[in-house]
């Protein structure tokens, strides 16, 4: 514990302002906003080519902003070349030096900072014990697993003790199972170390499991910033509502005025709109899988809507049924619990989709 | 929320595009390549362009040459010689790529590592031997004349120079070929068997198609270094092609004379031309196929008959290849071999002279090499380094220059160096051009385009995130390259450097024009020499065995480090 309390610094915040990046004609981050706390553990999440990496190698100082500014625990780090901006990257080919053993890989940063050898030794020492490979330090990095591999690269990066951690899509070159531990391992590390740690993903799965704080981005937008949760509960746009998970978008009108609003589907369905909503133009209603609830028959109650579906589809998940149901003319997915011994609903059979207002989404 | 709308800011001026270190060694290798590489060149085309003692424009030098029947029998001399040449060295090649790649082929390898042999001794040390074996009294003909009462003109005229040549440079061919064949994926060939393609035609349709840019490669390099080539036609003594009519013109009538000149930029125009050709069939066709894990073209097993005809072409074509090594070997050792199949008698004392006296060769070839060499790997890697990792601009010009390098023929070079640097003379009067290090200088230029590419492919290895990880840890732009770029490059490097060293260490175009005393001459002016008069034959075959086992040494040397260093960063298995 002492060990490692050695090796944790103040934690810091990040703050990007104002950030535009082109490539030329292409316009690669388009003012970019964000202010990450000290100690979180803060994801960027997106499709490839969504901007995700161009921003993190910009406070890493490998990229140059056209405009805009990045500023760590308050201060302006944009002027300053990379190697004098002491934030820790973990790259996505962990880019450990082949012509190095172990040992002189972690040792690298510290002796670049002119450490003392005593001192280098120790540390170094600390650092592979943290990822616990104290004993293979004498190894080269081709001598290692995959996931040793990773561990060396966050060990070399941790041990010089960096303001921020950088986790360029660190789990993508693991296999799946590799994947579930190494994670969790970070996730432990980064809570010892408290170290303000920036995590790029594309995968949801990741960013979910381990990130206290998610930005999704886009085509070089910020789309969203929020926990987890928020995110999956409260997408602010369609965008976001797709990329997190399965989300059913139904397209339709509004009309009426008051209490005796309506949203009408295409197709000819059309549900009542629970009051105080507050429905933008050209809004869509959305909601996910789970949420909807199949039955033979319409529920009595006012805290749901009611929508007549046809089930077209069905698959069997293990612990779920999802049904592909028919609602006018979109095909919606449902997913009802699977008890055994319960009756499925059948392809072709007129089903009612009921959906909590809670649950009903307008984007 | 107050409505004051805040100003976007103002874009902030990008960076430098490098640092003042890197501009400064981009120019300081820019004077060099302009002082030693480009102003001899220019100052070549300039006197063959302008008039005698005037300086004015005139095309009338090229008149004069197209007018003289010698100048153009020499154009078409030297493009048939090449062209044959390129021919032979084909029929050499085809058979053993083919045969090494497509087959089961026992010692496959061992036939890969004696077809590269010919590489290490240049054409004009063999060019001696290949009198003694194939020439008119040489062992294949007497043998021949007492059995069937017949010669052949192996070695008459320009079949001489065409034969030497292409026993000699075949192996570009070979090894080009070889590549791209092994580059075939299999799944390439099973794709087309799947689809209902075989034999001959899949050959045609497939496995041609996609060797031909490797076969391209190499036939381009064989006919322009026929082409350029000066010394071997000089030593059997064919004067009537255009390499040896430029050093005959500037040696003999002299350096003021401008049809050396003329024949000089006919020389670069035709390498320039036959590499635009190549490059330009080459454009858009790299088809190395083979994927991770994927294996070459399978290996078919030959049948006994395929096997007998087989073994038999291979044999056939080593021991053709292998003789001007073995007949400069008997050579070195013989005390007379003249109208007889092999020497009258052996003896050591040809090496014991080459040892003794001459030995003032061997050290000036190991100094001037190790010179050219370490100038070739310091431009090398700076040059490499600046093109791929910096966005200096303009980078690309100094690659582009010290390339173009071999498009300039040794004669030219030599002629440029000459009429250049002559009139430069030290304070005590010396001309800058007769002094030693002239020599070094040429043979550096002359190699350079080899090392850079050692150095280019060397760095182009290395994942650029190698270096951004050093540079996130604390490391500056100077400590990475120290401390990562040039550790992980160092095996190109060296490969780079013993190439640069073993090829200059028998180069003699160039400096055949720039030796201005024997007691500055190179291993290879020295042979030269030895091998002007028969009394020589045998200390000049004995310096040739010198020079081709330093060149051997080297190249194994080589081999084992780059090899050693592959396993040591664990990337040889």
């Given amino acids: ?363 | 929320m107050t409505a004051v709308p805040i100003p976007a800011p103002a874009p902030r001026a990008r960076r430098l595009s490098a640092t003042p270190g890197q501009i400064a060694l981009a120019l300081a290798i820019a004077a060099f390549l302009m002082l030693f590489l480009v102003l001899p060149v220019a100052t070549v085309i300039y006197v063959a362009f302008t008039e005698k003692g005037t300086g004015t424009f005139t095309l009338v030098n090229f008149y004069d040459f197209v007018r003289t029947e010698l100048f153009m029998r020499s154009l078409w001399n030297s493009f048939y010689v090449s062209a044959m040449s390129v021919v032979w060295s084909s029929v050499f090649a085809l058979p053993l790529a083919y045969l090494t790649t497509r087959f089961a082929f026992r010692g496959a390898a061992l036939v890969q590592t004696l077809g590269f042999l010919p590489l290490i001794m240049p054409p004009f040390v063999g060019a001696v031997a290949m009198q003694l074996f194939f020439g008119r009294n040489g062992s294949v003909n007497l043998l021949l004349d007492d059995w069937f009462g017949f010669k052949i003109d192996f070695m008459e005229g320009l079949n001489g120079v065409i034969f030497v040549q292409s026993v000699h440079y075949f192996p570009f061919i070979l090894i080009n070929l070889s590549a791209a064949l092994r580059n075939i994926d299999r799944a390439m060939e099973e794709a087309a068997q799947n689809l209902g393609s075989s034999g001959f035609r899949l050959f045609r349709r497939i496995v041609f198609p996609l060797a031909m840019p490797g076969y391209l490669a190499g036939a381009s390099l064989v006919f322009v270094k026929v082409f350029d080539d000066l010394a071997t036609p000089l030593l059997l003594n064919v004067k009537d092609m255009l390499a040896p009519q430029a050093y005959l013109r500037v040696t003999s009538i002299g350096i003021a004379d401008p049809m050396g000149y003329v024949i000089s930029v006919v020389l670069i125009v035709a390498s320039v031309v036959a590499m635009w050709l190549s490059a330009r069939a080459l454009r858009g066709r790299d088809y190395a196929t083979t994927q991770r894990g994927g294996g070459g073209l399978a290996k078919r097993v030959m049948t006994p008959m395929e096997a007998i005809l087989g073994y038999g072409v291979v044999i056939l074509i080593l021991a053709l290849v292998l003789a001007p090594h073995l007949g400069l070997l008997l050579l070195s050792f013989a005390t007379i071999w003249s109208f007889s199949p092999l020497p009258d008698a052996f003896t050591t004392a040809h090496y014991a002279r080459v040892f003794g006296e001459s030995s003032l060769y061997i050290k000036n070839t190991l100094i001037y090499a190790s010179i050219a060499g370490g100038i070739d790997v310091v431009l090398g890697v700076a040059i490499a380094y600046l093109v791929l990792r910096t966005k200096l601009v303009g980078r690309e010009w100094l690659d582009w220059m010290a390339s173009a390098a071999l498009a300039i023929p040794g004669v030219v070079l030599g002629i440029g160096y000459l009429r250049t640097f002559y009139g430069v003379t030290l304070p005590d009067g010396t001309p800058l051009a007769s002094l030693w290090i002239t020599i070094v200088l040429a043979l550096a230029i002359r190699r350079l385009p080899y090392a850079l590419r050692a150095c280019y492919a060397a760095l182009q290895q290395i994942s650029v995130s190698l270096e951004e990880a050093a540079e996130n840890l604390g490391a500056t732009k100077a400590r990475t390259v120290r401390r990562v770029v040039v550790p992980l490059m160092a095996g190109g490097i060296l490969a780079g450097f013993v190439t640069s060293f073993s090829t200059a260490a028998v180069e003699l175009s160039a400096t055949l024009m720039l030796v201005q005393s024997n007691s500055d001459a190179p291993l290879a002016y020295g042979l030269y020499v030895f091998m002007q008069s028969a009394a020589g034959r045998g200390p000049g075959a004995a310096l040739g065995v010198v020079a081709v086992i330093l060149v051997a040494a080297c190249t194994f040397l080589s081999h084992l480090i780059i090899e050693r260093s592959q396993k040591a960063k664990g990337m040889g298995h």
Avoid at chain 1, 198 to 223: K, P, S, Y
């Fill in chain 1, 1 to 363: 514990m002492n060990a490692i309390a050695s090796l944790a610094t103040p934690a810091v915040s990040v703050d990007i302002e104002g950030v535009n990046l082109s490539y030329g004609d292409n316009h690669v981050l388009k003012d970019v906003n964000l202010a990450i706390q000290p100690g979180e553990f803060f994801a960027f999440l997106g499709p490839s080519g969504c901007g995700k990496t161009t921003l993190l190698r910009l406070i890493a100082g490998f990229n140059q902003a056209d405009t805009g500014r990045v500023l760590i625990g308050g201060s302006d780090i944009s002027p300053l070349p990379p190697w004098k901006r002491d934030v820790g990257m973990v790259f996505q080919s962990y880019a450990l030096w082949p012509h190095m053993t172990v040992r002189r890989n972690v040792a690298f940063g510290l002796e670049e900072r002119g450490v003392s050898r005593a001192e280098v030794e120790r540390r170094v020492g600390v650092a592979l014990d943290l990822v616990g490979l104290g004993h293979l330090g004498d190894r080269r990095p081709s001598q290692l697993s995959g996931g040793q591999q990773q561990r060396v690269a966050v060990a070399r990066t941790v041990a010089v003790e960096p303001k921020v951690l950088l986790l360029d899509e660190p789990l993508s070159n693991l296999d799946a199972k590799m994947r579930v531990q190494v994670r969790r391992e970070l996730r432990d590390l980064q809570q010892r170390l408290g170290l303000t740690t920036i995590f790029v993903t594309h995968d949801q799965e990741e960013a979910n499991t381990i990130c206290d704080r998610i930005a999704v981005m886009n085509d070089g937008t910020v789309q969203q910033v929020g926990t987890p949760m928020e995110l999956y509960e409260r997408p602010a746009n369609l965008f976001v509502a797709n990329f997190l998970g399965t989300a059913n978008i139904l397209e339709g009108r509004v009309k009426g005025t008051g209490a005796d609003r309506i949203f009408e589907i295409e197709g000819g369905i059309s549900v009542p709109v629970p009051p105080g909503a507050v429905i933008p133009e050209g809004a869509k209603l959305v909601f996910r899988p789970q949420h909807a609830e199949l039955g033979l028959r319409e529920p009595s109650d006012t805290a749901s809507i009611a929508l007549p579906g046809i089930v077209s589809h069905r698959e069997f998940l293990g612990a779920s049924v999802r049904y592909g149901v028919r609602v006018g003319a979109t095909e919606v997915a449902v997913d009802q619990p699977f008890h055994s011994g319960e009756g499925l609903h059948d392809i072709g059979a007129a089903v009612s989709l009921t959906l909590p207002k809670t649950s009903m989404i307008w984007l």
